[in-house]
């Protein structure tokens, strides 16, 4: 257990820095031109953020122990092929059923 100084010590420095973070960006190059190549990359890096967060939390769920769950797999790879074929919301839709009927097969 940490100590209440220490905890919003902690808690003030986390802010500054995700404050000058974002800073950089946003304040310093927000009402600048960028290159087309730095626009270029920018566009790829929610594509690229986005499965990095998710992957570890499908094959090795916490709620498993880390152990793989087939049950979350087959709906990730249902949401994955529908977002493919129809877009987000049926993604969405899709791996929401997936999860819900194999859960209600599987177990």
Known sequence: ???????????????????????????????RRLPDWALLYLRYVGVAVFPALFVPL???????????????????????????RFGVIWAIVAGMGALYLMQFLLT
């Open 1 to 31: 257990m940490i100590d209440t100084t220490s905890f919003w010590v902690l808690t003030l420095l986390l802010g500054l820095g995700t404050f000058l973070i974002r800073f950089s960006f946003l304040g310093l190059l927000g009402g």
């Open 58 to 84: 499908v094959v090795w769920p916490e709620a498993t122990g880390g152990t793989p769950d087939p049950i979350r797999m087959i709906a990730a790879v249902a949401a994955f092929v529908a977002g493919l």
